[in-house]
């Protein structure tokens, strides 16, 4: 009730304050949208930097029959959604993290499902290499895992909404407009028909390489000093 009453007040003094900032810098065009609609300026674009050199693709290593969630388990990642279609669809599935859901999702979860608990960095690189796609069921503002996913050549299954549709290609993967079950079994199938090349997929991780994050946001900082 407290920040009920409050609220109006933060929002007035929020937006004042905005009309003094000199450059608004936002990670997607999802986030500078958002910028637009509640501040009413416009927002400078730069993509987060992604690891992409230690993200790699290992073309030793063959993709297999099992797909692949790497999430904090928490209510608004949506992760719930991926395990109860692939416990209703026979799928297999991988899921590589932890949060305050992985008791409820383990009790959940059919004989397909495997939970992995949190991984390192070795095991996640090894799990993107060879899961069949990544599924990223939630609605982030950029969104590192599915740039990390695709940087190794893995085809990526996403939700129609926030970063994914600026990182997410018709070439690197397909997406599902509604959090259903029947939505996203179908567009699990849809990737078969896809012919996802994992060179395309590497190509676009590349657009979000740390090197290129480092040029973008020296481009910023020069014109703002200059």
Known sequence: MGLGLIGPVFRRWDRATADRVTMFLANSQHTAGRIQRYFGREAQVVYPPVRTDWFTADRRVQREDWLLVVSALEPYKRTEL???????????????????????????????????????????????????????????????????????????????????????????????????????????????????????????????????????ISRVVNSLVG
């Open 82 to 216: 991926v395990v109860r279609a692939a416990s209703h669809a026979g799928l297999k599935l991988k899921v590589a993290g932890d949060g305050s859901q992985r008791k409820a999702l383990a009790a959940a979860a059919g004989p397909t499902v495997e939970m992995l608990g949190r991984v390192d960095d070795v095991t996640l690189r090894e799990l993107y290499r060879r899961a069949k796609a990544l599924v990223f069921p939630q609605v982030e503002d950029f969104g590192l895992i599915p740039v990390e996913a695709q940087a190794t050549g893995c085809p990526v299954i996403a939700f129609a909404g926030g970063g994914a549709m600026e990182t997410v290609t018709p070439q690197t993967g397909v997406f599902f407009r509604q959090h259903m079950v029947e939505a996203l079994v179908e567009a699990i199938a849809a990737l078969d028909q896809a012919h996802i090349d994992p060179v395309q997929c590497r190509r676009n991780a590349e657009r979000f390489t740390e090197r290129a994050f480092d040029e973008a």
